[in-house]
């Protein structure tokens, strides 16, 4: 396996795969699950759909986003970077190398009264993650629960482990709904330092509300 590989099998700060809560979690999504590629795919759809997405909840404390944390919050949800987070942490806890990408995207999903607060409706930072599978990278973004697509009339985004799953483009009738205006790249674990500066970069008032947990 190639060394970039190798590194994203090893737990993070963030992702924090070595955690017995992580551990357990994913044995149980993958019981009696033979391929790596089959693994990832009902990783993924447990993510999606068993933490509900909610774009709120903000945070430079870090210990609020570790893996192990997110999935024992009270309530099961958490934005798009909180899933990526888990997913790729329930990855690696089984053997298969994960890491994470990061977008700004405009018309995200659901957002409308974000974007309020935001005063813009380029949404900084989204996440979204990607499986080494079968010699390749394959991206995919658990954060849009069925329910919630549902709701807004948009197809859910599926994952079959060998097509890059990442974005809707289109909204139920056709007409475009996301567009993506620049990529961060690959990484590790979450870079919560960058975030944090394109955050204060971006929406320097969300700080001075305390919008932004431990701001």
């Avoid at 089984?94 to 380029?122: C, D």
């Avoid at 097509?163 to 993506?180: A, C, L, R, W």
């Avoid at 919560?192 to 204060?200: A, C, P, S, V």
Wanted: hydrophobic residues 35%; proline residues 3%.
């Amino acid at each position: 396996m190639e060394p970039l590989t190798e590194h994203c099998l090893q737990a993070g700060f963030f992702i924090n795969s070595g955690h017995a809560k992580i551990i357990e979690l994913s044995k149980e999504i993958t019981k009696g699950i033979g391929s790596e590629k089959d693994k990832a795919i009902a990783l993924y759809y447990h993510i999606r759909d068993g933490i509900k997405y909610n774009p709120y909840g903000v945070s430079i404390i870090p210990s609020y986003s570790q893996a192990s944390n997110i999935i024992q919050r009270e309530k099961q949800e958490g934005h798009c970077i909180d899933k990526g987070i888990v997913l790729a942490a329930c990855g690696r806890a089984i053997g298969i190398p994960t890491r994470l990408q990061f977008a700004n995207v405009r018309n995200h999903i659901g957002t409308s009264k974000l974007e309020k607060h935001l005063g813009t409706n380029l949404l900084v930072f989204h996440g979204f993650m990607e499986f080494y599978l079968e010699n390749k990278w394959v991206k995919c973004t658990p954060a849009f629960n069925k329910e919630l697509c549902d709701h807004l009339g948009v197809s859910t985004l599926e994952f079959d482990g060998e097509t890059d799953s990442i974005f809707q483009e289109y909204d139920g009738e056709g007409g475009g709904y996301m567009t993506y205006e620049h990529y961060y790249g690959a990484f590790h674990d979450f870079p919560l330092d960058l975030f944090e500066r394109e955050m204060r970069k971006y929406y320097p008032q969300l700080f001075e509300t305390n919008y932004v947990m431990g701001s």
